[in-house]
């Protein structure tokens, strides 16, 4: 099976842009109608999954900052790129989240095969504070218990495909892996949709044994920082993969062939249950224009995969 998705947060329009500068009055309106655009394209370039673009989300934590315990702190960069996000301090209570990710879709815009993502608890406790846990781990274990709400709402509400972001496992040169696996079983044990851990901003090559140990349906790999060499001396069987064969980062287009080549070889030496193509990470890194050839470039390799 080769199916595609994109990963995360899309870009805004010039136009949406600056509506959002000045606030304007209909701005929830331009919104939709951008999201309505990007569904479309998506459609139109036949990927496998369709979601969400997140054109109102300021960043991927934002939605969170609505639960009761959460305050905004000061923005931070997002590792060592030109975003940005805003900090959250939680509280020690999470009792009303489990709607958080739910209700800031718009889910009526989405077809029966639609994705979702969210930040897995190691990735997100690293971005935040509290002060009411003794330990990181404790956040963790926290965090990945309010996950878990949000992650069964969403199985309930047709995903079928939920991606878990983790870049800062793929970043940080040493990951306490035994903690990464505590949380992620806590999200994914009896969960109703397949998961697959997004890991990108640094290279794992050295990390696909812990990695591929986890409790999690499946991997998806940033092709741009993860050399493909080292992925293919692994076996995927049991596994899902992704392969992230776009890069969010570069506006060059990818060659079609090259990357089918590479993804054929890739996929025959690893033998994974299933197969899907990607965004090494969210679109929202390029403007609009090369974001729109991307997609469309995406729909165009994954028709062209074949394995033997």
Known sequence: MISS???GIYPRSEDLIEATRKNVKNLSSLYLKEKKEYVTLQKKAGLGY???????????????????????????RVYETNMFYRKISFGDSFKDAGNIIKSNLNISLLPAN???????????????????????????????????KEADTLAKSGFDLIQLLGPSIAYNPKV?????????????KGLKAKTILHLYFGD?????????????SGLGLDATSTPISSIKRHSFSGKLLAVGIIDSYNTKLEDSDEAIAQLNDMFLQ???????????????????????????????????VKIA
Not at 57 to 73: C, G, H, M, Q, V
Not at 127 to 135: F, L, Q, V
Request: glycine share 2%.
């Open 204 to 216: 794992i090559s050295k990390k696909l044994e812990s990695l591929l140990d986890l409790p999690i």
């Open 50 to 76: 369709i979601c969400d673009p997140l054109v109102d989300w300021d960043d991927i934590y934002r939605p969170f900052s609505k639960l009761k315990s959460a305050n905004l702190e000061a923005l931070n």
């Open 270 to 304: 690893t033998r994974p249950n299933e197969i899907y193509v990607t965004t090494n990470f969210d679109l929202q890194y390029l403007p609009k224009y090369f974001a729109v050839k991307k997609i469309f470039r995406l729909g165009q390799i994954a028709r062209g």
């Open 114 to 148: 639609r994705s979702v993502c969210m930040v897995e608890p190691y990735t997100f406790a690293e971005s935040h504070t509290s002060s009411k846990y003794k330990t990181r781990e404790d956040f963790i274990i926290s965090l990945a218990k309010m996950l878990r």
């Open 176 to 188: 306490n892996f035994e903690v990464v696996k505590k949380g992620l079983e806590i999200i994914t």
């Open 5 to 7: 998705y994109t990963v």
